[in-house]
C-alpha cells in the first residue's frame, strides 16, 4: 500500500499510461481508498480532456483577404498553385 | 478509407482548398502560443502563403500536417522572439477576474459532473482559453500542442528542441497549472 506522497511520484506515469502492472496496481489500490486524491486525478483528467475538445478557430476574414491577395500576386508573378 | 472531410490527394490542393482545410488549425495554434491576435494573424499568413508555394512538394496529407505544424510553431516561436515584450492577449474583466479567485460569487461545478454536462460551453471554453493564455511560455507551447492539438510527445520534443522526458515533465506541470487556474470555478466530490 502507498501512500499520498508517494501516489505523487507516481502520478505522471500514471497519467501517461506508462506504469508497470505493478505500479498501476498500487496506484489503483490507493485512489480506491483515498477519494482525496481520487478526485484530484479526476480534475487533473478533465482538464486534459477539455482541452482536446477546444473547437479550432476560423481564421479572421480579414487575414483570409490577405491571403488571397498574396496568391494572387505569386500567380502574377509566375507561380501557379491551380 | 481516409479521414472524414480529407479529400482525396490524388490531385493537388488549391490555394482556396489550403485556407479552408488547413487555415483554422495554423490560426488556433498560433493564437494559443502567442495569446495575441495580431501576431497570430501575421503567422497565419506567412505560414499559408509557404504551404501554397510549396504544395507541390507533398505527398500525402500527413506530410503535410507534419510539416505544417513544424512550420507554424517555429513562425510563432521566431515572433515570439521578435517582440521584446510579448502582448498578451486582454482578457474580458469576468474572465480575468475569475481567474485570479477575486470573483468567488460565480457558479461552481463539480469537475467530475455526468458527461453530457461536460460539453464545453461557451463561458468555459472561455475560461480554458484564458487560462491557457495564463500560462508561462514554456508550459503553453507544450501543453497547446499536446493536449489540445494531440500530437506525440517525441514530435513536440523535435519541435521545441526538448527532450522526451522534458516533454513529459513541463507537461505535468502546465496541466498541474491549468487545474490550478480552473479549481476556483469547482468543487472536489470527493468525501
Known amino acids: ?5 508517494q501516489l505523487a511520484g507516481l502520478l505522471l506515469g500514471f497519467l501517461e499510461r506508462e506504469l508497470s502492472e505493478q505500479d ?5 489500490e490507493h485512489l480506491a481508498g483515498c477519494p482525496s486524491c481520487a478526485a484530484h486525478v479526476a ?8 482541452a482536446g475538445q477546444l ?22 508573378d509566375g507561380f501557379s498553385s491551380n | 478509407l481516409r479521414p472524414r472531410g480529407e479529400p482525396a490527394r490524388e490531385q493537388q490542393l488549391t490555394a482556396e482548398q ?31 502563403v ?14 503535410l500536417t507534419t510539416w505544417l505544424y513544424r512550420v507554424t510553431v517555429n513562425a510563432a516561436l521566431a515572433h515570439r522572439r521578435k517582440r521584446a ?17 477575486t470573483d468567488r460569487a460565480g457558479p461552481v461545478r463539480h469537475w467530475a459532473a455526468p458527461p453530457d454536462e461536460q460539453a464545453l460551453s461557451r463561458e468555459l471554453r472561455q475560461l480554458i482559453e484564458a487560462a491557457i ?24 520534443g523535435a519541435m521545441l528542441g526538448l527532450s522526451l522526458p522534458a516533454v513529459k515533465s513541463r507537461l505535468h506541470r502546465a496541466r498541474g497549472l491549468m487545474r490550478t487556474a480552473l479549481a476556483p470555478h469547482f468543487e472536489e466530490v470527493a468525501g
Open chain 1, 43 to 50: 480534475s487533473y483528467e478533465r482538464v486534459v480532456a477539455w
Open chain 1, 24 to 28: 498501476l496496481g498500487l496506484v489503483r
Open chain 2, 85 to 101: 515584450q510579448c502582448k498578451e492577449r486582454p482578457l474580458s474583466e469576468p474572465v480575468a477576474r475569475s481567474l485570479d479567485g
Open chain 2, 50 to 63: 509557404q504551404v501554397v508555394r510549396k504544395l507541390g512538394t507533398f505527398r500525402g496529407d500527413s506530410a
Open chain 1, 1 to 5: 500500500v502507498i501512500d499520498c506522497r
Open chain 2, 133 to 156: 493564455a495564463g500560462l508561462p511560455a514554456l508550459y503553453r507551447d507544450v501543453y497547446v500542442l499536446s493536449d489540445v492539438e494531440n500530437l506525440p510527445n517525441a514530435e513536440i
Open chain 1, 55 to 76: 473547437p479550432r478557430l476560423p481564421v479572421p476574414v480579414q487575414v483570409l483577404h490577405d491571403l488571397r491577395r498574396a496568391v494572387g500576386e505569386l500567380r502574377a
Open chain 2, 18 to 48: 489550403v485556407f479552408r482545410e488547413y487555415g483554422p488549425r495554423v490560426y488556433s495554434v498560433a493564437w494559443r502560443l502567442l495569446a495575441n491576435d495580431a501576431d497570430a494573424e501575421d503567422v497565419t499568413q506567412d505560414v499559408l
